[in-house]
Structures are given as C-alpha cells and as structure tokens.
C-alpha cells in the first residue's frame, strides 16, 4: 500500500523547495504554491519530473 | 457558514463546565455547556423551542434547564418536560443536544450530524499526565479562525511580533520542512536549530545559560487541534542511540483553534512541561508569558481580520516559502469545509 505522505523539504543553502510526493517523484518550485501544484497533480506530474527549475 | 462540520471541537476546559450555565457559540451554533449531579457534561441548544429564549440566561433544578423567559423545562437529553399553564407537552418540544466527550481535560463537542466517533477526537495526552504541569488560558479573537491557524503554522513571525519572549533572529532565518499525511489529515511543520540563542522564555524557564539547540515540531490536526512539540537543551545535547531525551527540556505547546462565529474565534492555549515541576515561580513565569505572548497575537490577528473587513473581495495575497505548511492546512480545511 504506498503512503499518501507528501513533503516538501527547504533546500539547505537556496530558495528553493523541493517537493516529493508519495509516487517518489521529485520537484523543485520556486515557491510554496508552485509545489502544491505539483504534488497535487499526482498522478499527472509524472512528466514534470525534470521539468523543475535547476 | 465557513467551517468544517462533522467535526469534534474544543468547547471549554473540563473545570469551566460546572453548576453555572455556561453559553459558548460554537461554529455559529448557540450551545450552553453545564454538568449534571453525577458529574456528565452536557450541552444543549442553547434556545427554548418556545421564542428562542437563551437558556443559559435560564436556571437549574436539579439536572434540569429552566427557561428564564416562560419556564419550558429540559432534561439533559433535550427533552422538555414541562411547560407553562398547561399539563400537555407539544411533540416538538425537544432542544437538540450536542455529543460532548472528556478527555485530556478537555471538553469536546460534536458540531455536525453522523457518527460522532469519540475515538476521532484527537489526543493531548500531556495536558491530564504524570511528570507534566499544565499552565493554559483562552483568549476570545475577533477575528476568523483561519487567521489563527495561518499564524502558528509559521512560526517565522515570532522573531518579529514575539522578540523578547520566544522569538529570536534564528527562527525567521532556519528553513523548514513541511509533510502532509492525506490519509490522516495531518500537516507537520519541522524546524530544527542548532547550536543558537535561547529566548528568555525557555532561558528563565529551564535556567540554560548558554547556547540551545531547539526543535520547532508542528503537528496540526484540522480543523481545532494543533501541537508544537519544542525541544530544548544545551547546544549539542543530542538524544541518545537508543532515543532516550531525558537530559533536555520539553514543552508541548497545545492550542485549541475552535470558531465562533464566521470572524470570532476560541483561542484555547495550553504549555504543558516537563521539567522544573515543583517550581512555581516556573509556572507562574510561564503562564504569564505566554499570555503575554499570545495576546500578542490577538491584537494582531485583530487588526487583520479588520483590514480583511475593509478590502475588495478577491485580494490576491503574496505566498513564500514560510508559508508551505500554512497552504497545507488551508487546503485541508477547506476539503473538510468542502465536504460537510
């Protein structure tokens, strides 16, 4: 049964966040809005993987 | 209305239901909370089935509600058994009664229809626990309850509205990490600083000198309950292998978030610790400071939710990253309001 746990996790030294959803997909935002976005558009994020920002 | 039903809900501290009628609007339900002579609490729609007299401006007899307009007379379970001039008691003359449920010394109530399951109400467990003293209070916010639930679920603000009593430089600068448990209904909010100032609050409270290490841990549980579990210990003071934290300081820092009415608010504040427990000048200390601490959220909440009342509908608010957990939380009430 996968877990329904999402996280966003500050990156250390940036601005950025980093969500990672319950699939194990990962993303980096700008801002908070942007990575709800994101993490609540599972299952369809799935091709945004390495869409995020470097 | 705006709040999520079918919910269990913070009515009152379990010592303010006694002998006396006590009258609490309840997400804009009008509830009068007493205590029956076998020591139940029970709360009843707080209006007479007759001209919607309040009863709590009634009296008791017994375990019974008076009217104190034409006499309608209730028993606990909402039925009414007597009313004026006459012998016979119309069918509909029953007041609605509300589940309300003990625990943690807390009196919760049930606002809503369906399966009032106590087994949902969500836990305190330090507020009623060996090894831990309690100092609480509540204060009522003019103002909407998601402006309160916005607040503690960024804790940034308190280096800048709380300065010189939990708030220091650290705390606006310490990124965070945010988690949501869809299948809960629970929003976390860590926030781990090493190796930084104590604020006087814990500085006075603990005696700590030095340098703190400080645990910032969020757990809210929408729509009322919300728990900052803060660590604090000497700098580098870690827990051991085996997760043994006995050598640091804790406070579990509870808030019942209950609305009143669509701009109103219980704000219910608990500290309960779990050191210096025979002393009562920490007590003292820390019952006045946090009081100190939170009117200073009420009096800014206060001003929001007056400026809120003064702009055009629609008003587009910047969001950064410190609020990631307040998004969080505003989105699961909202499912919970949406789905009520």
């Known amino acids: 049964m996968t877990s329904a746990l999402l996280q966003v996790v500050w990156s ?17 935002a700008d801002g908070p809005v942007e990575v709800w976005q994101w993490l609540l558009a599972h299952p369809d994020h799935e091709a945004s993987i390495e869409a995020g920002i470097d | 209305m705006v709040f999520p039903r079918n919910q269990w809900y913070v009515a009152a501290y379990g010592e303010e239901v006694g002998e006396e009628l006590l009258a609490r609007t309840i997400c804009g339900e009008p509830i009068v909370f007493y205590r029956t002579g076998a020591g139940d609490a029970v709360a009843l729609a ?4 007759h001209r919607r007299f309040p009863l709590s401006e009634g009296h008791r007899d017994g375990d019974r509600l008076v009217c104190g307009y034409h006499g309608f007379t209730y028993e606990p379970d909402g039925r009414c058994v007597a009313v004026p001039a006459q012998t016979r008691i119309p069918r509909t003359a029953r007041v609605p009664v509300y589940p309300v449920v003990e625990q943690d010394s807390l009196v919760w109530v049930w606002i809503g229809d369906g399966d009032a399951d106590p087994a949902a109400i969500p836990r ?25 639930v916005d607040n503690l679920m960024d804790l940034s603000h308190e280096t800048y509205l709380h300065g010189g009593y939990i708030g220091t430089p650290e705390v606006a600068e310490t990124p965070i990490t945010t ?20 604020p006087p609050f814990y500085a006075n409270s603990t005696g700590i000198k030095g340098r703190i290490d400080r ?25 051991a292998p085996d997760g043994d934290d006995s050598a640091a300081f804790h406070a579990e820092i509870v808030y019942g978030i209950t609305p009143s009415t669509e701009t109103t608010t219980f704000d219910f504040w608990m500290v309960a610790r779990d050191f210096a427990l025979d002393d009562p000048e920490v007590t003292t200390y820390l019952a006045e400071s946090n009081r100190t601490v939170v009117m200073q959220d009420v009096v800014a909440l206060n001003l929001l939710e007056k400026v ?13 990253n410190i609020d990631t957990g307040g998004l969080a939380a505003r989105r699961l009430l909202q499912r919970m309001t949406d789905e009520s």
């Open chain 1, 12 to 28: 250390p030294g940036s601005d950025h966040l980093t969500g990672v959803c319950h699939c194990g997909a990962e993303y980096r």
């Open chain 2, 46 to 49: 707080d209006r007479c089935v």
């Open chain 2, 124 to 148: 305190a467990p330090w507020l009623d626990a060996e090894g831990w003293v309690v100092v609480r209070g509540m204060e009522p916010l003019e103002a909407r309850y998601e402006l309160l």
């Open chain 2, 179 to 198: 988690s949501v448990d869809e299948e809960a209904g629970v929003v976390r909010v860590s926030r781990r600083m090493k190796d930084v100032e104590c």
């Open chain 2, 215 to 239: 645990w910032q841990d969020i757990e809210y549980q929408p729509p009322c309950l919300y728990l900052l579990h803060s660590r604090i210990a000497p700098a580098g003071l870690e827990p």
């Open chain 2, 308 to 320: 809120i009342a003064t702009e055009p509908e629609g008003y587009q608010e910047l969001s950064i």
